[in-house]
């Protein structure tokens, strides 16, 4: 079903992105990796063909030539036949682990490392098969995966028989010959070269597939206008809490009132209405603070506070009314006072021009 259909309209946000990340659910495409460990494996293979063919060589030669001595230890040849084994695929088992990181780095641009895809769900265990139909078969993306695995598979067989066909009379005439080493290295040549082809053909495939992924992927991952408010609130918070927390600091602030008045700079007045007590320290700010602030009543206690404390009372009712409706108490006073309030500040001497 198509996200419209279900109501998720928008797009989705970064933070929801993010989040997707962590839990390890980001737009790739499996194709990418397994084209790109393929092609490294083979290249691998291609370059290490001597040294491998020596091994096999050696393994053969090393049994062979107990067979008849009676020097057969259990222990030594399974020993033997383990280390050279291990010692023939760890290179290309390394190679391929470090194509398959390398092809998700790629895709996912960084490193991306979670346990919750793999976490225990006993929904996984319980088969749902009527879904899972629904989704590998009678879908547009199941019918897309089918398409594309007959496709590869299509390809693999048509480069196979174009190079049988073309090279099978050459390798029968070698056999007749009776140079069976040459027949074994036209045959790998072939092979090489026929994987490589295909591991080529495949990456080029697996390109567009990270781009049908990536949208599938996004159009999952959008929002309806409900999941955008409440990631809202999951990110900012709930706006009706914090609008009730601020009201309970202001409160708090100005039952401070008498505190915040000794340790202002300056209270600015109507002079009969509102008075607003400024604050301005350099290490904190750059720029003065409201410290406490009120109307009428508060507002006259304020300035009785001021002059108990020795605080400098500046008329000014522009900009006393201004931050009193303007600005709450503990907020940073905004660039349109920047010039008034300089100039307060500059006839008390205490105003210092910052670079």
Wanted: net charge positive.
């Amino acid at each position: 079903m198509a996200a419209e259909d279900e109501g998720r309209t928008e797009e989705p946000s970064e933070y929801k992105l993010e989040k997707a990340r962590k839990e390890g659910r980001v737009a790739k495409s499996t194709e990418v990796s397994g084209a790109l460990v393929l092609l490294l494996c083979v290249v691998t293979l291609i370059f290490l063909s001597k040294w491998l063919l020596n091994q096999v060589i050696s393994s053969f030669v090393y049994f062979f030539s107990r067979t008849g001595s009676g020097n057969m230890g259990t222990y030594s040849m399974v020993s033997y036949f383990m280390t050279t084994v291990v010692k023939c695929m760890l290179p290309v088992s390394l190679v391929g682990v470090v194509g398959g990181i390398l092809g998700n780095i790629i895709q996912t641009r960084g490193f991306v490392f979670s346990f919750k895809p793999i976490e225990p769900k006993f929904s996984k265990i319980v088969p749902k098969f009527g879904e899972y139909f629904k989704k590998t078969i009678f879908s547009g993306k199941g019918l897309f995966n089918v398409a594309k695995s007959v496709g590869k598979v299509a390809i693999i067989i048509i480069i196979a028989f174009i190079y049988i066909r073309k090279d099978i009379f050459v390798i029968i005439d070698i056999i007749d010959n009776g140079d069976a080493y040459g027949a074994l290295a036209k045959v790998a040549k072939m092979a090489a070269q026929l994987l490589i082809i295909v591991a080529i053909l495949f990456l080029a495939i697996s390109i567009p597939d990270y781009f049908v992924q990536k949208r599938d992927f996004m159009e999952e991952m959008k929002m309806t206008k409900q999941e955008q408010k409440e990631e809202y609130k999951e990110m900012e918070g709930d706006p009706e809490v914090k609008s009730r927390l601020r009201q309970m600091q202001q409160q708090l602030l100005q039952q401070n009132i008498p505190k915040a008045v000794a340790e202002s700079d300056v209270v600015v007045t109507n002079p009969t209405h509102y008075a607003v007590a400024l604050k301005w320290d350099d290490k904190v700010s750059d720029s003065p603070m409201v410290n406490a602030k009120g109307v009428d009543e508060v507002a006259q206690t304020i300035k009785r506070l001021a002059r108990e404390n020795d605080i400098p009372l500046v008329e000014n009712r522009p900009v006393a009314r201004g931050l009193y409706t303007e600005v709450e108490v503990g907020d940073i006073i905004p660039v349109e006072y920047y010039k008034a309030i300089a100039l307060i500040y500059s006839h008390l001497d205490k105003f210092k021009v910052k670079k």
